[in-house]
């Protein structure tokens, strides 16, 4: 049984990482740079320059083909990338899946439990009582112990991987080319 208590834990560790990537191209105004400003007020962005610079900063402002940080003001075709880091949300989502991982297992545990006493040449003499007690302690170590645990396990291991959002910064759109009209021929007489 211990095999599956492993294989959950595996699970966890793995499938606790989340990332999200867009693409911000400088001077459209669409979800990905709305999505930016959101985060560049309550996360701290790490960003990486195109010279190869790397640095993190708390106080983040999009301005139109600029980004204004407590390092300096750099334009965006300047920036390779801008990445914010939510330990929140991933701890939520570790304990979720955690205490999801604990209930499994915890369900596992008592489905082997009301197995124990099912044997057919055991004689009548044993207490029918025996089978409700084994089963009502492994419900109580499953709700007191076990998804508690595996929920505070899959807290920490949420918290510790973050969920990263990063924007990739394009390059800047061309000016859009006039159509060009074919000139009206006039007929010779």
């Known amino acids: 049984m211990r095999w599956i208590q492993w294989i ?42 195109k010279k190869g610079q790397r640095f993190t900063s708390r106080t983040l402002h999009f301005r139109n083909d600029s980004l204004v940080t407590t390092q300096g003001t750099y334009a965006l075709a300047e920036v390779q990338w801008i990445r914010f880091r939510n330990y929140a949300a991933q701890m939520s989502r570790g304990m979720r899946i955690g205490a999801m991982t604990g209930a499994i297992f915890g369900g596992l545990l008592i489905l082997s439990g009301l197995t124990i006493d ?38 920490a291991v949420g918290y510790l991987s973050g969920s990263e959002t990063t924007f990739y910064i394009a390059p800047s759109r061309p000016p859009a080319r006039p159509t060009e009209t074919p000139s009206q021929q006039v007929p010779d007489p």
């Not at 959101?38 to 962005?45: G, M, V, Y």
């Not at 302690?137 to 929920?151: E, F, K, N, Q």
């Open 118 to 155: 099912q044997d057919d040449d055991a004689d009548d003499t044993d207490p029918p009582s025996a089978a409700g007690a084994i089963v009502g302690g492994l419900l109580i170590s499953t709700g007191l112990v076990i998804i508690p645990l595996s929920a505070m396990i899959g807290a």
């Open 8 to 49: 959950g834990l595996w699970l966890l560790l793995f499938g606790v990482g989340c990332t999200y990537t867009y693409q911000l191209t400088p001077g459209v105004y669409d979800m990905p740079y709305y999505r930016a400003r959101e985060l560049a007020r309550h996360h701290t962005a790490t960003i990486q320059l």
